[in-house]
DNA sequence: TTGTACGCGTTATCAG
DNA sequence: CTGATAACGCGTACAA
């Protein structure tokens, strides 16, 4: 019975080969729900991503699968839409299905809403914190002290011991951008895309801070949602301000708003790179296909997806997994930057 | 106990109450997992998609987890890669879990060998039939009888009984892509992105029928990739035949695909639309941000996912479910057609 | 080395 | 209307 299908030692060959046999006569299966029950714990993980329409999590949710699947877990999934209260519903759903193991990207909510205060007893990752700030963060983040901005995000990202995190670097990813920019000779410098999330807090606070450690002025901090529709519109807007004011660069929140940035500043008869660089983040698929191809940040989605996984299985085996990483991006130079004009 | 948690009509209000009280101060969860068990059928269907890092099935799983959601499902997903093999070892996964339900989308495999020739005894539904065929079909599909593709298409996707599916209707999109370049008086229109898979059987299908009821010669149809590289080098390869045989319409397979073709047009230096029109297929995200934007026909993507899962769960009720829906596109007027030069 | 109870947390059934 | 009890299919500990 289980000891000779499990390959345990204390079983003759013969006796082995006779259970299989019959086994595969009567083409059975284990059934993993009863080996759950008595186990006490089910080779299913729970992961729940904000969007599978995204690509980019849809990125994360493959490296997730994949390495669930060498291990041979099953992966249970959920979409939170953002949406703190799913979030909560959905997670509640995973401890019911006694998961292994709860991966949590893109957390929308706060960590202490999951499990009702209390430690979960399963071994939980977060990817990527996309913690929602209430609006008034906004003007902090583009004048605020980096302290302040810094205590704030924080403040709301703060984990119980017990959660592990892999997360982007999107300070340095946006400091590497700015530095990109300027090492190009632009001088007048625009963000597109600043919100009361998480990472583009993040990211705007390295803009800054780039900017800063160049010795050049702040340029524009422009909000807008995180769509091409959003880039489009902002940009339009930001393009009306007078000429000599006009930034020789815009520095936007992700690929996908950048390509509405670039359509705007098409759509005004500015030509990119030649009068006008545009520089994205994420290098989604579409960003080597825009015309002109985007210069961005690459973050390892993929990656990201498998040592999440490889987290809770190093917590399921009871090793002290690493808290928490903070994975570097990559600049990927294209098309979409060049020098400034006159130069 | 039970029957006070699950509001069965013979208990008491009090009774009732008071196990109520109990379980919130127990913080009791009743376990899916036993429950599973004794019931002999889960809360838990299997999706088995090709890949999560694209949006058209990530749009797809969207609907199916919407659904599921709806009706108090779990939904297991795994990505087959479209190989056959692992779409196998997915389905003998899903069957170990004891999930109520199989939806298998974008099916590259035989479906003979998922059961290992068996009725599977839950109910399974086919999405989007994306079978492989051998090379050798390629050109039949170009030059062979109708009746002979139809016959060849049909032969490798032959159902059992025991699967409902939702497809997609690629030969009748394939004939209104072609209608509205007629419309526009386009008399050369080419195809790019033909392969041995079968939705691109069905569009040059559609494609070549339209063209003939139109009393127009049959384009060039070129092979590619389904990508933006792969259309990007088979429209330079297409566009160095003599300027005389030049289409002044290209129908792409599908929108990636399509953002390939006009990189490719713009760098031979022809205008879109203006000397030359390009549409796409799907209608994904990117297709509006492209430029210019994306003539194409959309598949309803979420609405399949919802259908999919909405299958299931009739099945499950026992309710005879609709055998197959063969669902319309839609065309999306954008602004890579147009009329062709010299109209 | 192998056979055999027992129990995992539910639901269903049957007797009170 | 409610309380007790027998499965569900597996892993495991213990006896043979």
């Known amino acids: 019975m289980t000891r000779a299908l499990q390959g345990h030692p204390a079983v003759r060959d013969e006796t082995r080969r006779k259970v299989e046999a019959a086994a595969r006569r009567l083409d059975y299966r284990p059934d993993h729900i009863a080996r759950a029950l008595v186990t006490r714990t089910s080779s299913t993980v729970g992961m729940l991503i904000p969007s599978s329409v995204d690509s980019f999590w849809g990125e994360v949710a493959a490296g997730i699968e994949e390495a669930a699947s060498e291990a041979n877990y099953s992966v249970l999934f959920a979409n939170s839409h953002s949406q703190p209260e799913r979030e909560r519903r959905m997670i509640e759903v995973f401890l019911a299905q006694?998961?292994?193991?709860?991966?949590?990207?893109?957390?929308?909510?706060?960590?202490?809403?999951?499990?009702?205060?209390?430690?979960?007893?399963?071994?939980?990752?977060?990817?990527?914190?996309?913690?929602?700030?209430?609006?008034?963060?906004?003007?902090?983040?583009?004048?605020?002290?980096?302290?302040?901005?810094?205590?704030?995000?924080?403040?709301?990202?703060?984990?119980?011991?017990?959660?592990?995190?892999?997360?982007?670097?999107?300070?340095?990813?946006?400091?590497?951008?700015?530095?990109?920019?300027?090492?190009?000779?632009?001088?007048?410098?625009?963000?597109?895309?600043?919100?009361?999330?998480?990472?583009?807090?993040?990211r705007v606070l390295g803009f800054r801070s780039a900017l800063l450690e160049a010795g050049l002025p702040l340029g524009a901090i422009v909000s807008s949602p995180r769509s091409p529709e959003g880039g489009f519109q902002a940009t339009q807007d930001l393009l009306t301000s007078p000429p000599d004011d006009l930034p020789t660069a815009i520095v936007a929140y992700d690929d996908a708003t950048a390509i509405g940035v670039i359509r705007a500043?098409?759509?005004?008869?500015?030509?990119?790179?030649?009068?006008?660089?545009?520089?994205?983040?994420?290098?989604?698929?579409?960003?080597?296909?825009?015309?002109?191809?985007?210069?961005?940040?690459?973050?390892?989605?993929?990656?990201?997806?498998?040592?999440?996984?490889?987290?809770?299985?190093?917590?399921?085996?009871?090793?002290?997994?690493?808290?928490?990483?903070?994975?570097?991006?990559?600049?990927?130079?294209?098309?979409?930057?060049?020098?400034?004009?006159?130069?």
Chains 1, 2 share one sequence.
């Open 98 to 202: 006694r998961v292994a193991g709860i991966i949590i990207a893109g957390a929308a909510g706060e960590s202490a809403s999951w499990f009702c205060g209390e430690e979960p007893d399963v071994p939980v990752v977060i990817v990527n914190w996309d913690a929602a700030f209430p609006a008034r963060f906004v003007p902090i983040v583009r004048t605020g002290s980096p302290q302040r901005v810094l205590k704030a995000v924080r403040a709301a990202t703060e984990t119980d011991a017990s959660f592990s995190q892999i997360v982007f670097d999107d300070l340095g990813g946006a400091q590497q951008v700015v530095r990109h920019l300027v090492s190009l000779g632009h001088e007048r410098i625009a963000f597109v895309g600043a919100e009361p999330i998480r990472p583009s807090l993040l």
């Open 265 to 343: 500043v098409h759509a005004h008869g500015i030509d990119v790179p030649g009068a006008m660089s545009v520089i994205g983040f994420d290098d989604i698929e579409m960003a080597a296909f825009s015309e002109p191809p985007l210069t961005t940040i690459r973050q390892p989605r993929r990656e990201m997806g498998r040592m999440a996984m490889a987290s809770i299985l190093s917590s399921i085996r009871g090793e002290s997994a690493q808290r928490s990483s903070v994975l570097p991006g990559e600049l990927v130079l294209r098309r979409s930057t060049g020098p400034p004009p006159g130069r």
